[in-house]
């Protein structure tokens, strides 16, 4: 098995303080990154040491800051909306350890990190020794988060949609309905959550002619990424619990309190650099003694407040 020459250790400035965000890994495992904002300056220092004190030719020392979109079609197709670079050394030879402290001053990071089924939005460090036979290459990861208040949530979906039905309304509802046979109103606050807010909400029994078993609500997130005709839409079910196990009755009424601050949920993503979406669903299930599912899905919007 060939072995690397030299040794690189990438480490940020207050990392040891600094908080993380805990990732699942591809095999399961939870990998822990250390979390930065947008405009925020990441600097640090990279060690390079050579394996037992023999001299070693290099082409040059670089550090690069990317970011990428990694999208899942025929391979994996990256794209880099983010390439800052410094060198470090010269061409030249070293034989002991050596450090190289590095900074990226406000660095405009304009995406939220995201790790989903088809999509991977990343940003990292990546320390490049150019060598004539092989390049000696380390990575490491950031985790970026972007914060947005009520306000600035309501003042984008001013200025980019006139569609009324995006404006801020105090009460939501939603209808499931079958011609003489079922009528349930869904009565919830907004359309417009914080990840660490609560859904509030009532569900009320208008007219009930089926044998209703029980009724799940369901958070599901869909990711969409790439354009017609090969756009790949995919959902998952990030919560389901059961509201209600039993027949209900006309005028009956179920109270709702969803804490979302305790599920994996992320931000609402429109058309991220023109590659993916992310949309979350509040969707509601009937289902009867035969067996039979009735459901109605109403969008919300999620976004990440400090």
């Given amino acids: 098995m060939f072995r690397s020459p030299l040794d690189i250790e ?15 890994s591809l095999k399961g495992r939870k990998e ?16 390079v040491r050579t394996r037992d004190n023999k001299k070693i030719e290099h082409m040059g020392i670089k550090i690069q800051l990317l970011g990428t979109i990694e999208t899942k079609g025929d391979g994996v197709q990256s794209d880099e909306f983010l390439s800052l670079a410094h060198e470090l050394a010269s061409p030249g030879e070293m034989r002991h350890q050596e450090t190289f402290p590095f900074e990226f001053r406000n660095v405009e990071k304009p995406y939220e990190s995201y790790k ?12 490049t020794v150019s060598r004539k036979s092989a ?3 380390r990575e490491k990861e950031l985790w970026v988060y972007q914060y947005q208040s009520q306000e600035q949530l309501e003042r984008q979906v ?3 949609t006139k569609d009324k039905k995006s404006a801020p309304t105090s009460m939501v509802k939603m209808d499931v309905g079958i011609e003489n046979c079922l009528h349930i109103e869904f009565e919830y606050s907004k359309n417009r959550y914080s990840l660490k807010d609560v859904i509030v909400g009532r569900i009320y029994f208008l007219l009930v002619r089926l044998k209703i078993k029980h009724m799940e609500l369901s958070l599901i997130r869909r990711e969409t990424c790439g354009a017609s005709p090969n756009q790949k839409s995919e959902s998952q079910t990030i919560v ?11 005028g009956e009424t179920i109270p709702i309190r ?11 993503y429109k058309d991220v650099n023109k590659k993916f979406s992310t949309r979350t669903f509040l969707s509601l299930v009937l289902i009867d003694e035969d067996a039979r599912r009735y459901f109605k899905q109403s969008e919300i919007i999620l976004y990440r407040e400090e």
Avoid: S
């Fill in 10 to 24: 990438l480490r940020l400035d207050g990392e040891d303080t600094r908080e993380m965000v805990d990732i699942k």
């Fill in 135 to 137: 390049d000696v290459i």
């Fill in 32 to 47: 822990r990154i250390p979390l930065y904002k947008d405009g925020e300056t990441v600097k640090g220092q990279v060690t």
């Fill in 240 to 250: 389901r619990f059961e509201i209600m196990d039993g027949a209900p009755v006309r």
């Fill in 258 to 268: 969803l804490f979302l601050g305790g599920f994996d949920l992320t931000p609402t």
């Fill in 158 to 160: 001013v200025q980019t």
């Fill in 116 to 127: 989903g089924i088809n999509v991977k939005l990343r940003y990292y460090l990546k320390v």
